[in-house]
T-cell receptor, first 118, second 113 residues
Framework: AQKVTQAQTEISVVEKEDVTLDCVYETRDTTYYLFWYKQPPSGELVFLIRRNSFDEQNEISGRYSWNFQKSTSSFNFTITASQVVDSAVYFCALSEAGYGGATNKLIFGTGTLLAVQP | NAGVTQTPKFQVLKTGQSMTLQCAQDMNHEYMSWYRQDPGMGLRLIHY???????DQGEVPNGYNVSRSTTEDFPLRLLSAAPSQTSVYFC????????????FGPGTRLTVL
């Protein structure tokens, strides 16, 4: 069965600090997809990144970077030089390829609340 | 494109009342799903559909019904609301491909008294 664990419930940092959000996943599939979503205080869910299980290259997008390590089943998210606008709940999610991809459900972790103080 | 739309944004029900949460998408996505979000529990899958006429249960289906008569619409029905169904409900859609990005609606905040 697929499972996503985000052990950090809340993190508080001061602006300009770097912060890493942890995500550990469980799956029996060899083909799967990992996602990060951001939920700002306004409540909508914003897609940040998708990574498939065959691509272990790290990804950098501006101040955001993601470290995918199959050996530890982790897909961690780092924000460099955090800003107040980064304050949000961040969700990690997993989708298995499944049989023919027809029913590949997206399962979420419980989220990490990041508070960036000015 | 409007993307994924949900109505209403807010709703208050009394225990035992029924209602339907509406969800529509204009992206011609085959796959649609409903999640509920509760504090400390993330988003949990209620029901999903891989196309018109096809639905299946997710993690927490009890107390909810769905149907999919068109590609665009995927309503969620609460037949007899209970306080345990107080939550924020999100509808999502995506193309029916492996690892397809899900697009979420703005959510419906439901309170059952």
């Amino acid at each position: 069965a697929q499972k996503v664990t985000q052990a950090q419930t809340e993190i508080s940092v001061v602006e300009k600090e770097d912060v890493t959000l942890d995500c550990v996943y469980e799956t029996r599939d060899t083909t799967y997809y990992l996602f990060w979503y951001k939920q700002p205080p306004s409540g909508e869910l914003v897609f940040l990144i998708r990574r498939n299980s065959f691509d272990e290259q790290n990804e950098i997008s501006g101040r955001y970077s993601w470290n995918f390590q199959k050996s530890t089943s982790s897909f961690n998210f780092t924000i460099t030089a955090s800003q107040v606008v980064d304050s949000a709940v961040y969700f990690c999610a997993l989708s298995e390829a499944g049989y023919g991809g027809a029913t590949n459900k997206l399962i979420f972790g419980t989220g990490t609340l990041l508070a960036v103080q000015p | 494109n409007a993307g994924v739309t949900q109505t209403p944004k807010f709703q208050v029900l009394k225990t035992g009342q029924s209602m339907t949460l509406q969800c529509a998408q204009d992206m011609n996505h085959e796959y649609m799903s409903w999640y509920r979000q509760d504090p400390g529990m993330g988003l949990r899958l209620i029901h999903y559909s891989v196309g018109a006429g096809i639905t299946d249960q997710g993690e927490v289906p009890n107390g909810y019904n769905v149907s999919r008569s068109t590609t665009e619409d995927f309503p969620l029905r609460l037949l007899s609301a209970a306080p345990s169904q107080t939550s924020v409900y999100f509808c999502a859609s995506r193309r029916q491909v492996q690892g397809g990005e899900q697009f979420f609606g703005p959510g419906t905040r439901l309170t059952v008294l």
